[in-house]
T-cell receptor, first 117, second 111 residues
Framework: SAVISQKPSRDICQRGTSLTIQCQVD?????MFWYRQQPGQSLTLIAT?????????ESGFVIDKFPISRPNLTFSTLTVSNMSPEDSSIYLC??????????????FGPGTRLTVL | QKEVEQNSGPLSVPEGAIASLNCTYS??????FFWYRQYSGKSPELIMF????GDKEDGRFTAQLNKASQYVSLLIRDSQPSDSATYLC???????????FGTGTRLQVFP
C-alpha cells in the first residue's frame, strides 16, 4: 500500500480564515480523493483531484469553499476557505491502490483534525 | 433512502465470540464492497474487500456478499478486545472509484 502523509495533523483556526491541507504520497497516483468526517459521522467525499485537470466536486461542495490543487502525481492540497465552526472536521485524503491490486481499493492518509473557533 | 446503511450499534460481544456486522446498499450498480476499521482518532484502515457474490475469508475475517439482496456483511471470528472499533462499509459503483460510506457500526468486544 502507498505511504500517505498529511500536513498539518491538526490545527485550531479562527472563523473567517483559511487553511491549506497538504497530502503527499510516496508513489505516483492518477487520482486522489478528499473526504470530510464531521464529529461522530462517517466519511463524505468532497472531491476527486486529477492531475492536469480541475477537481471534480461532489454535490454540496464548491470550488470557492474548497479549492484543490494537484500540481503533480504525488501531491495535492485542499484549502478550507472562510472557515466557520461548521467546518470543524477531520479532513482525509485517500489514494487507490493502483492497477495491480484493483483500481478502487483506497488507502487513507492519517487525516487533519481541524477545529474552527 | 440512504445509499449505504449500517446499524450504528454499539454491538457488544464477548471475547472469543463471532461478531456479525451488516450493511445494505441501494444502488444495484454497485460493483465493489469494502470494510474499513476505524479506531477512535485514527483514519480508516482497509481490512476486507469483496467483488463477487459469496464468501471471502482472510484470517479471522469473512466478508459475505449477496448482490440479489443488496447486502454485504463482515464476520469476525474469535473476537478480541483489540477489535473494538467502528467498522465502516463502503461501496463503489460501476466504473468509478468513488467510495460511498455507511455511517459505521461501533463494535465493543468485552473480556
Amino acid at each position: 500500500s502507498a505511504v500517505i502523509s498529511q500536513k498539518p495533523s491538526r490545527d485550531i483556526c479562527q472563523r473567517g480564515t483559511s487553511l491549506t491541507i497538504q497530502c503527499q504520497v510516496d508513489s505516483q497516483v492518477t487520482m486522489m480523493f478528499w473526504y470530510r468526517q464531521q464529529p461522530g459521522q462517517s466519511l463524505t467525499l468532497i472531491a476527486t483531484a486529477n492531475q492536469g485537470s480541475e477537481a471534480t466536486y461532489e454535490s454540496g461542495f464548491v470550488i470557492d469553499k474548497f479549492p484543490i490543487s494537484r500540481p503533480n502525481l504525488t501531491f495535492s492540497t485542499l484549502t478550507v476557505s472562510n472557515m466557520s465552526p461548521e467546518d470543524s472536521s477531520i479532513y482525509l485524503c485517500s489514494v487507490p491502490r493502483g492497477l495491480a491490486g484493483g483500481p478502487d481499493e483506497q488507502f487513507f492518509g492519517p487525516g487533519t483534525r481541524l477545529t474552527v473557533l | 433512502q440512504k445509499e449505504v446503511e449500517q446499524n450504528s450499534g454499539p454491538l457488544s460481544v464477548p471475547e472469543g465470540a463471532i461478531a456479525s456486522l451488516n450493511c445494505t446498499y441501494s444502488d444495484r450498480g454497485s460493483q465493489s464492497f469494502f470494510w474499513y476499521r476505524q479506531y477512535s482518532g485514527k483514519s480508516p484502515e482497509l481490512i476486507m474487500f469483496i467483488y463477487s457474490n459469496g464468501d471471502k475469508e482472510d484470517g479471522r475475517f469473512t466478508a459475505q456478499l449477496n448482490k440479489a439482496s443488496q447486502y454485504v456483511s463482515l464476520l469476525i471470528r474469535d473476537s478480541q478486545p483489540s477489535d473494538s472499533a467502528t467498522y465502516l462499509c463502503a461501496v463503489t459503483s460501476y466504473n468509478t472509484d468513488k467510495l460511498i460510506f455507511g455511517t459505521g457500526t461501533r463494535l465493543q468486544v468485552f473480556p
